[in-house]
Nanobody, 124 residues
């Protein structure tokens, strides 16, 4: 059974940085496509970034391009999201998700396993 645990959320001022980390427990992490999504109050869960099993494919949502970077360490079973130049509109609960084998997708329905989420709040 796959379990995902996010960490690294918190309160930061606009323009600051945070690094989220997701710890994967279970088998064959290196075969999973991983993703980060976020959900603000009253809004649907939205794609942020994803990374293929090899790290060769890393799509980003337009609002975070150039500011966020997704990375993975297949030896440590972790996937990170470095968030720079944060804006108040980045405030949300951030979720880590695992897709399993298959092409990278931005559709949350394509991800089978989810973490419990970590709150990110950016003050203006």
């Amino acid at each position: 059974q796959v379990q995902l645990v996010e960490s690294g959320g918190g309160l930061v001022q606009a323009g600051g940085s945070l690094r989220l980390s997701c710890a994967f427990s279970g088998r064959a992490f290196s075969s999973y496509t991983m993703g980060w999504f976020r959900q603000a109050p009253g809004k649907e869960r939205a794609f942020v970034a994803a990374i293929s099993w090899s790290g060769s494919s890393t799509p980003y949502a337009d609002p975070v391009k150039g500011r966020f970077t997704i990375s993975r360490d297949n030896a440590k079973n972790t996937v990170d999201l470095q968030m720079n130049s944060l804006k108040p509109e980045d405030s949300a609960v951030y979720y880590c998700a695992a897709r399993g084998t298959g092409a990278v997708t931005t559709n949350p329905g394509g991800y089978k396993f989810w973490g419990q989420g970590t709150q990110v709040t950016v003050s203006s």
